[in-house]
């Protein structure tokens, strides 16, 4: 754990002189906590945003550079109540697990010493009866007095320090109630012992405290699975790098220390630690995090490497790009957390009426409490039904039915490679009716490949491979790319603009222009079957070969408009592309409606035109082109080679070259606004029924402590359904 003078090593630096940090905090509880937290740091100069996720435990702060330092948020957050430390993943979990093992304790004592009063209360009860001496009746309260006081402060502590916390800051939390029932009722069981009176309720404090603690351990288990669910991106993060120095000597250095353009080695068996370009070595790369694709990638010299893959087989020598910030998988876990910070229209919702609901049980107690005295009810009956009403009616539930759902649901998102950076568009893609697809870059692949693989023998490829690589064409580079090209041919003459030669066993091998390599026979069966398709020649001897090179469909694009259409979506294609280019793809995919040649301005005339007719449209796009269209439809998505400004209008990014996950976002959206709904008519359902039946006396503090628990475990436990709805197939 750092000290307050390491805080700015904590600092994250973005563009435009915004600074930010994000920070674990102990005791958020409950949507007051998260009001007391963010309204408490809205007024500290400087400060331009507070999130708090609940579910997480995490507040996201920043601030313009400059402006404040980063202790005087650590320092304020202290002030309202709140212990904030820096937020790092392995220190987290220590915390978390410490807080785990800390509540089963306290459960343990609780429990223990239920049993034990319970067993004294059932004397009691049975001799008040009967016939039990009033000295005998003494004797077993003051038994139960002994056991229940000493384990009331040893095991209510979570609930205690949490309230004096709060109280302290001048705010209140849910566990202010919890800890004036719980006093009231030890203090009155007390009173009535020391007056020899026939009733106590040491059995109904402890036990309360034990269902509580039951629905607090669960509650931290179910959070902590939540944040499992999420994703947590730290395993996937080296720690450190293997930094190459220009004599050849290996430093390992914190991930912080390596900077752009540092050379860096990855061995067998180790993680990626930065995003650059292979200068030496080849070998086979998990890149599933990136790619989707599970089987393992072979990469050399020139190619791509990205933070979190596995190094599988061969030591590269990495050029760095980027380290710790910036990379690809910073950016992922940026969007996770973006994901499930960012308040949806029902986290507002649940929100407000979580914040109005604190002073309203108070209130609601203690009219109650008056209530009863005036109907001529003593005052220890009146107090013991506006103790069961301040227990009954804590929000909890309320405040987890929204963040619940929208950490469960991030998570199935992104274990289907689909990040979010919007709250509220999970929402969004619950109400749509209309998919508009770009067509290149999004429905076909951005970069070129072979469109007719069965024409280049087995044979023959590596031979191919190494001729193109020797070329800087552009379609020889493409060529060379698609075929994994590992080393460039030797001894190859250059034709300008005809192609390039060279010499194998005796034999000449030729790559370039049709004519060059005399194919025209074989280029006009390529052209047939592939009009649009650009066209580069192979021959060696009498083998003759035309290759066709231009966009493929991305995988398992055919089977997402299928499932679009099948699940009663318009599907549309609106292109900057010409008809010719535009016409072939939509065939292939059973679009009917689609249009060519259009200008950014054009496409958003068109999307207008929808929303004018309340259509609500998802946008796939991925061009600068494709910006303005991205931002003003109802909901967008775009694909993480997309352009920086596509990738910045979106509302959804999705990893990998499959087109699937357009579908599984839009099946988890709908299913995840179904359980939020769900979840709210729950928590208000609750509400409906328990605040009027503990008004009325009918229930005891000990019931009120395992209702109020069970509807917090509900609603987290109808999230996680969450899970489940990534099945690949629109609903």
């Known amino acids: ?91 987290q979990e220590g915390r978390e697990a410490r807080e785990e093992a800390r509540l089963l304790r306290c ?50 502590r979570p609930f205690f320090e949490s309230a004096l916390r709060a109280l302290r800051a001048g705010s209140v939390n849910m566990d202010v109630p919890i800890t004036l029932g719980v006093v009231l009722a030890l203090a009155m069981s007390v009173v009535e012992t020391w007056q020899h009176s026939r009733h106590a309720y040491f059995d109904g404090a402890v036990m309360l405290l034990f269902f509580l603690l039951v629905g607090r351990y669960l509650d931290q288990l179910m959070r902590r699975r939540t944040r499992d669910l999420a994703g947590n991106l730290a395993a996937l993060k080296a720690e450190t790098a293997t930094r190459l120095a220009p004599d050849g000597t290996a430093v ?38 990136v790619t989707g694709e599970t089987a393992p990638a072979m990469v050399g010299r020139g190619e791509r490497v990205y933070a ?90 309320l405040g987890l039915a929204i ?70 064409h552009p379609l020889a580079q493409a060529l060379a790319q698609a075929l994994g090209a590992s080393a460039p041919a030797r001894e190859v003459r250059e034709y300008p603009g005809q192609g390039l030669t060279s010499r194998c066993g005796g034999s000449e091998r030729r790559l370039g222009s049709v004519d060059f390599c005399q194919a025209q026979e074989q280029a006009d069966v390529a052209i047939r079957a592939h009009p649009d398709a650009s066209l580069i020649a192979y021959r060696n001897g009498d083998r003759r070969i035309a290759i066709a090179i231009g966009q493929r469909l991305r995988p398992q694009a055919r089977e997402t408009v299928a499932a679009l ?75 993480v080679s997309a352009s920086h400004l596509a990738q910045s209008a979106a509302d959804i990014v999705f990893l990998g070259d499959s087109l699937a996950p357009v579908v599984q976002a839009v099946a988890i959206g709908r299913k995840a606004r179904r359980l939020m709904i769900q979840n709210l008519w729950l928590a208000v359902l609750y509400n409906a029924i328990a605040v009027p039946v503990a008004i009325a006396g009918l229930v005891t503090p000990l019931i009120a402590a395992a209702a109020m628990s069970g509807s917090s475990l509900v609603v987290t436990l109808n999230a996680l359904r969450a899970r489940s709805a990534g099945g690949g197939s629109a609903p």
């Open 1 to 91: 754990m750092a000290t307050p003078q390491d805080l700015s090593v904590f600092v994250r630096h973005a563009p435009g002189g915004v600074a930010g940090m994000e920070l674990a905090v102990d005791g958020i509880r409950c949507a007051g906590c998260m009001h007391a937290i963010e309204d408490g740091l809205a007024r500290e100069a400087g400060l331009l945003s507070a999130r708090v996720n609940l579910a997480l435990k995490r507040v996201t702060v920043e601030w313009r550079e400059g402006a404040l330092r980063p202790e005087a948020v650590v320092d304020r957050l202290a002030a309202l109540g709140f212990k904030a430390y820096p937020f790092l993943p392995a220190d």
């Open 107 to 156: 459960l343990g004592v609780a429990g223990f010493a239920a049993m034990n009063v319970m067993l004294l209360s059932v004397s009691v009860w049975a001799g008040n009866a009967s016939d039990i001496e009033p000295s005998t009746r003494d004797l077993f309260h003051w038994l139960s007095a002994l056991i229940a006081l000493p384990t009331a402060a040893y095991a209510g």
């Open 252 to 289: 390992a250095l914190p991930i912080a220390a390596i900077v752009p353009g540092d050379l860096v080695l990855v061995a067998p068996g180790e993680r990626v630690s930065v995003d650059g370009i292979v200068e030496a070595g080849r070998s086979e790369l998990d890149q599933s995090l």
């Open 308 to 397: 979190g893959t596995l190094n599988l087989s061969g030591a590269l020598r990495v050029r760095v790009e980027a380290a710790g910030s910036g990379t690809l998988l910073d950016d992922i876990d940026r969007l996770m957390s973006q994901a499930v910070e960012n308040r949806s229209r029902y986290v507002k919702l649940s929100d407000r009426a979580a914040r109005l609901y604190a002073p309203l049980v108070h209130a609601t107690a203690l009219a109650t409490f008056l209530g009863w005295l005036a109907l001529g009810l003593g005052w220890q009956q009146a107090l013991l039904i506006a103790v069961t009403v301040l227990i009954i009616t804590c929000p909890c539930a």
């Open 403 to 472: 963040p619940a759902v929208q950490v469960v649901a991030a998570s199935a998102l992104f274990r289907q490679r689909v990040m979010l950076k919007h709250g509220d568009a999970l929402e969004r893609l619950a109400e749509l009716d209309t998919v508009v697809f770009d067509k290149t870059g999004t429905l076909t692949l951005p970069e070129a490949g072979i469109l007719n693989p069965e024409a280049v023998p087995e044979a023959e490829r590596a031979a191919i491979a190494a001729l193109a690589a020797a070329s800087r």
């Open 565 to 639: 259409q099948e699940a009663g979506f318009a599907v549309m294609i609106l292109s900057g592309d010409r008809p010719q280019a535009v016409a072939p793809v939509a065939a292939a995919l059973g679009i009917t409606e689609a249009r060519a040649g259009l200008l950014p301005g054009g496409k958003l005339e068109l999307l207008d035109g929808l929303a004018r007719k309340g259509r609500k449209v998802l946008m796939v796009g991925d061009g600068l082109n494709d910006a303005p269209a991205l931002a003003a439809s109802h909901v967008s998505i775009s694909p």
